[in-house]
């Protein structure tokens, strides 16, 4: 039984002996000639089959790496026994700072404001501008003292007979000055 390729040379010797002028192979009858041409040629292949093995451990690898990526490591969370303790109101450790208090209160020239219970400013109906850089500089050394920060609570007490116009100055000088949380008190009469 021929191999194929073992065919295919016949033929191409057998083409080129017949075009140059050389004796046939085939017609010569030199059997032993063409077993050892076929045997120098196909020398590298003994044993018949071969397998080769870097395309199959390059698929080893292949597989390796997509079993690992599709692989599931833990179970999933919905099967998991899980229970939550119950909802208790706990108190909170830091809450909000108590408000600065201000008082003011009416006065014949003017107003008086009491800024906590450390310092009172006067505040004079002629000279009103001059005298809210006073009263600024009076609630920052009270923050100071008290270590208060501008984003504190400050809470404003105003008696009745305090004039409208000093109450809007002095609301808008502490807004001015970075205090935001300003609140006024209210009072039942």
């Not at 599709?70 to 108590?98: C, I, N, Y």
């Not at 107003?111 to 400013?121: A, E, K, S």
């Not at 006067?122 to 005298?131: G, S, T, V």
């Not at 000093?166 to 009072?187: C, E, R, S, V």
Request: proline share 6%.
């Amino acid at each position: 039984m021929r191999r194929p390729c073992e065919k295919a040379l016949n033929s191409s010797l057998a083409a080129r002996n017949s075009a140059s002028g050389v004796l046939d192979l085939e017609a010569a009858g030199n059997e032993s000639l063409r077993r050892d041409i076929f045997e120098k040629v196909f020398s590298g292949r003994r044993g018949g089959l071969t397998l080769r093995m870097a395309p199959m451990i390059d698929m080893i690898f292949l597989l390796l790496i997509f079993f690992l990526v599709a692989a599931k490591w833990r179970p999933q969370e919905d099967f998991l026994p899980l229970r939550l303790p119950a909802a208790e109101a706990q108190p909170s450790g830091v809450g909000r700072p108590e408000p600065l208090i201000i008082h003011i209160f009416a006065t014949e020239t003017g107003c008086q404001v009491r800024i906590g219970q450390l310092q009172t400013v006067r505040i004079n109906n002629k000279n009103i501008e001059a005298d809210l850089p006073v009263l600024i500089d009076g609630i920052k050394q009270c923050m100071l003292a008290q270590k208060r920060f501008t984003s504190d609570p400050i809470e404003i007490i105003c008696e009745p007979q305090v004039k409208w116009e000093h109450l809007a100055k002095i609301y808008n000088t502490l807004f001015g000055a970075g205090l935001t949380d300003i609140t006024f008190a209210m009072t039942a009469e």
